[in-house]
């Protein structure tokens, strides 16, 4: 998010506020997330993003140039002008956002919650969110500060335009233009071949990100045209640039290469109507009008409140209705207009508040919030919860299709084959495998299982799943059919594809309507029995073709699915009775009917069971949780440990206890063999 600055070297220019408010109403409706026919209504939203980087650039670059030129800049007076329309906002909305942390999160959460303050502070956030999961990934709208990324390319940025434009300003401004303009030609170059080769380090790195800054700049160096001598000359340039913008809007999505070439479509907009604004132009005056206006005046202030709230709202399991994401909607827009004016433009202001009084006040406030980030990056404050919610729940990734070898004598290997659920319990595989003579890899893509020749798509549109497209099927079987015979253990949440819907536990939890599904490569099932059928059929012939290759498959059965997240709603019940929490554990565990279990997976045992042979084994991680420790019930712990880390993912824990069954599974084929 970009701050354009209000310095009085600049003439106002009330359409730039006004493309400011398209920039940020589109940046929140596409994280308000409005679901038309199972898609996101503003799927290119998040290019408002860029839109505000070509802004920030035009304006920061034209005050730069001006005062060089004017031998009046001073790197103090800089960055001061800079803190004071970031800084106040940011922290406010960050102190703001702790009580929520500390009341909503569970202390793996505050950590990472913490994590993101200090990152934001110091403006490192995309450095941070660069190492953690995709922008796109369902976890990451629960990352309170994930929007500060932008905030970190912008303050990156402005370390170093200073002293590029005193450089480069000691000749003509056409030489100015000319540097310029090759380094936004490199760095568009290299976001182009990154997006392709890395899209995460190209979405959040500034190398990638320069150029679009660079084109702000560069038009900071053109003078405009003179509308009353010249009216007719692209007098509707800015309706193609707005345009251009909106198509962005409608038609980028997370598939779309970015930041790239096709990112040029909404760059080039935003400069058309920066540098063509004309009064005959009918989007000029539109952007001109009052309500435009003045929420371009609110947008950063909307832009640092929208995304806290919508993480925390998701977080509590209260972000799915419209009624609700409309209300918060208009709680943002409050903040922002309130910050706006109580908060935003007396910081702002040399006379409301001198520079000393600035920098101490700024000081000693991101010391106490770094302060309280660091002590709560270091055990999240566990002791607001019970001590069994405190152990750690998601293990480390395991990389994909890469062998990790041995350190004892070598025994055989071992490959894990699966989607997310698989994933959930790889270190803990790993860990074992290589303790005990065994090499490891790991084929597990979140929401894809191993299914020869299908894919994963919407059902509306057909749009392709990010991680389930042929490509990545195909590179999971050739490296299964390359490598050397090896126990392939074969998993996955086969419940979810078989019957084309999320989970629902008829005691209250029901993780909602099921958006895709699996097809063949042309898209020509058209019902659901179809379609059973076509994955049964790729099923038998997965485990045919791996068979065939010389490999060991072993089975691994449904993990029953629990509706609820389990830490959450164990913390629910004990947050206001810390002292008896294990009383109300034990008295009041988190289960889900073995019956509901039974029904759901009834179709994925009928499958799983049909598929006979020698080399073909099985695991039944049911028997670990369902009918045992409860009759007729699946446990999701006990009152020493979480079984699961959410609704249908296993703990650490869960992971151990299911890996010991794996292990019995790979003693019984050695023992055949012997």
């Known amino acids: 998010m970009i701050i354009v600055s209000d310095h009085p070297i600049l003439s106002y220019r009330p359409e730039i506020d006004g493309i400011r408010a398209v920039a940020v109403l589109s940046v929140v409706f596409y994280h308000l997330k409005i679901i038309v026919d199972g898609r996101n209504l503003i799927p290119g ?90 922008y ?156 435009l206006v003045g929420i371009g005046l609110i947008s950063y202030g909307l832009y640092v409140w929208h995304f806290p709230a919508f993480a925390f709202a998701a977080i509590t399991g209260d972000f799915n209705n419209l009624s609700t994401k409309i209300t918060l909607l208009m709680l943002v827009v409050f903040l922002a207009v309130l910050s706006y004016f109580y908060f935003e433009k007396p910081f702002r202001s040399n006379k409301s508040l001198k520079s000393n009084v600035f920098f101490v006040l700024m000081f000693f406030w991101v ?5 309280l980030a660091y002590v709560g990056s270091l055990d999240g404050f566990k002791f607001r919860v019970p001590e069994f919610l405190n152990q750690p729940s998601k293990p480390p990734k395991v990389e994909n299709h890469s062998w990790f070898y041995t350190s004892a004598e070598q025994k055989g290997r071992v490959i894990l084959v699966g989607d997310s659920h698989t994933n959930a319990i790889a270190n803990t595989f790993l860990n074992w495998a290589n303790s005990n003579g065994y090499d490891f890899a790991n084929s597990g893509y979140p929401g894809c299982m191993l299914l020869i020749d299908t894919v994963r798509v919407r059902k509306k549109g057909f749009q392709s799943h990010r991680h389930c497209t042929y490509e990545n099927q195909s590179k999971r079987l050739d490296f299964l059919l390359n490598a050397k015979p090896s126990i392939v253990f074969l998993g996955g949440r086969l419940p979810l594809i078989l019957e084309e819907n999320r989970f629902d536990n008829k005691e209250g939890a029901y993780e909602g309507e099921m958006k895709d599904f699996i ?7 058209h019902t659901k029995m179809q379609r059973q059928d076509f ?53 009041d565990p988190v289960t889900t009917s073995y019956d509901v279990f039974i ?76």
């Open 45 to 134: 939203g998040f290019i408002g993003v860029d839109v505000f980087f070509v802004i920030s650039g035009f304006l920061i670059s034209s005050i730069l140039i001006k005062e060089i030129e004017r031998n009046s800049f001073s790197y103090k007076s800089f960055y001061e002008r800079r803190l004071r329309r970031i800084l106040p906002i940011l922290l406010l909305v960050m102190s703001c956002s702790v009580p929520f942390a500390w009341y909503l999160l569970l202390p793996v959460d505050f950590i990472d919650f913490s994590k993101q303050l200090i990152s934001g502070i110091f403006f490192s956030s995309n450095f941070y969110f660069w190492l953690e999961d995709p």
């Open 136 to 291: 796109w990934a369902a976890d990451s709208s629960l990352k309170p500060f994930l929007h500060t990324w932008s905030l970190g390319v912008e303050e990156q940025f402005y370390i170093f335009m200073p002293m590029l434009l005193l450089l480069l300003l000691r000749g003509s401004k056409a030489r100015l233009l000319s540097w310029l303009t090759a380094l936004l030609m490199v760095s568009l170059a290299f976001a182009h071949w990154l997006s392709v080769v890395d899209p995460q380090q190209s979405f959040y790195l500034i190398p990638t990100r320069a150029w679009e800054l660079l084109a702000g700049a560069c038009l900071a160096c053109v003078p405009r045209i003179s509308w009353q001598s010249n009216p007719k000359s692209a007098i509707y340039l800015p309706s193609v640039g707005m345009l251009l913008i909106l198509l962005s809007v409608f038609t980028f999505n997370e598939k779309t290469l970015h930041p790239s070439l096709y990112t040029l479509v909404p760059i080039i907009g935003t400069m058309l109507i920066i540098h063509f604004a004309n009064d005959a132009d009918f989007t000029i005056k539109f952007l001109k009008s009052r309500v």
């Open 367 to 371: 010391v106490i919030i770094s302060t």
């Open 519 to 525: 097809q063949n490569l042309d898209h020509s099932l």
């Open 535 to 587: 994955v049964a059929e790729q099923y038998r012939k997965t485990v045919q073709v791996l068979v065939d290759a010389g490999h060991q498959v072993v089975l691994i059965y449904p993990i029953p699915e629990v509706g609820w997240h389990v830490p959450k709603v164990i913390l629910d019940r004990v947050r206001g009775d810390l002292a008896n929490a294990d009383k109300i554990v034990k008295s």
């Open 599 to 674: 029904d759901r997976t009834k179709s994925s045992y009928e499958l799983l069971d049909s598929i006979q042979g020698a080399r073909v084994h099985r695991v039944f991680p049911a028997a670990l949780f369902c009918d045992s420790a409860i009759p007729d019930r699946c446990v999701t712990h006990n009152r020493e440990h979480l079984f699961y880390r959410d609704d249908d993912h296993l703990s650490i824990k869960g992971a151990e206890l299911l890996v010991e069954e794996l292990v019995r599974a790979i003693a019984t084929i050695e023992s055949a063999r012997s």
